[in-house]
């Protein structure tokens, strides 16, 4: 149960302890260097690329294991169109080639013209990057690092770190704007990589 051993630490140490392990990741690291430099209002990197690292480093796995890709956000409502942002994805797709791996992009400002078709729930918008991080499925998805240019890193958490570190995926909220479906495929796959969690079912 080592694994669990920041599970009730107290929240300096969890922040503490959660830049170390996700800058274990060299390409977290990389990436957080970068962002500043890119056309990236409000640039963050989320979620699976930083509690996976967590876990990863808590359990003694190399720190990637497992990461099927790294999920960038910003927020730029100036020009919501799908080519605006798609002119930032084909930057950020120059910027991290040289690091293998996949770098998924998302202007936050615009989910809402395309989320309700994708997974079939309504979304409404938003007004910044991190107020996406309330509309995640899982507390413990709900994590992001945001760097400042100055080799400062802010962690947005609004669901603090406690699952993060507990090992548990549970509903945000009374899961009624969750896609069951993909609660189901994401808790299943995670659970098979990462046999030490605690998954909570979605009782819809």
Same mark, same amino acid.
């Given at each position: 149960?080592?694994?669990?051993?920041?599970?009730?630490?107290?929240?300096?140490?969890?922040? /503490?302890?959660?830049?170390?392990? +996700?800058?274990?990741?060299? +390409?977290?690291?990389?990436? !957080?260097?970068?962002?500043?430099?890119?056309?990236?209002?409000?640039? &963050?990197? @989320?979620?699976?690329?930083?509690?996976?690292?967590?876990?990863? $480093?808590?359990?003694?796995?190399?720190?990637?294991? $497992?990461?099927?890709?790294?999920?960038?956000?910003?927020?730029?409502?100036?020009?919501?169109?799908?080519?605006?942002?798609?002119? +930032?994805?084909?930057?950020?797709?120059?910027?991290?080639?040289?690091?293998?791996?996949?770098?998924?992009?998302?202007?936050?400002?615009? @989910?809402?013209?395309?989320?309700?078709?994708?997974?079939?729930? #309504?979304?409404?918008?938003?007004?910044?990057? /991190?107020?996406?991080?309330?509309?995640? &499925?899982?507390?413990?998805?709900?994590?992001?690092?945001?760097?400042?240019?100055?080799?400062?890193?802010?962690?947005?958490?609004?669901?603090?770190?406690?699952? @993060?570190?507990?090992?548990?995926?549970?509903?945000?909220?009374? $899961?009624?704007?969750?896609? /069951?479906?993909?609660? /189901?495929?994401?808790?299943?796959? &995670?659970? @098979? +990589?990462? #046999?030490? !969690?605690?998954?909570?079912?979605?009782? !819809?």
């Amino acid at each position: 149960m080592s694994h669990l051993r920041y599970a009730n630490a107290s929240k300096s140490v969890q922040k /503490a302890t959660f830049i170390d392990l +996700i800058r274990a990741n060299p +390409i977290n690291a990389e990436i !957080l260097k970068r962002i500043p430099d890119l056309p990236l209002p409000q640039g &963050m990197l @989320v979620s699976g690329c930083l509690y996976q690292s967590v876990w990863n $480093g808590l359990l003694g796995h190399d720190p990637t294991r $497992g990461i099927l890709d790294y999920d960038l956000i910003y927020f730029d409502d100036s020009d919501l169109s799908y080519e605006a942002e798609d002119r +930032i994805i084909k930057a950020c797709d120059f910027a991290f080639f040289d690091l293998g791996v996949e770098v998924e992009v998302r202007n936050q400002a615009r @989910v809402h013209l395309w989320f309700e078709d994708h997974f079939g729930v #309504p979304y409404t918008p938003l007004t910044h990057a /991190a107020q996406s991080l309330e509309r995640y &499925m899982s507390p413990c998805n709900a994590v992001a690092i945001e760097p400042d240019g100055k080799e400062n890193l802010k962690i947005h958490a609004p669901f603090g770190l406690g699952d @993060v570190f507990g090992f548990t995926i549970r509903p945000r909220g009374d $899961g009624s704007d969750i896609s /069951a479906q993909s609660y /189901a495929e994401k808790t299943t796959r &995670m659970k @098979v +990589i990462w #046999p030490e !969690l605690t998954v909570i079912p979605l009782n !819809l």
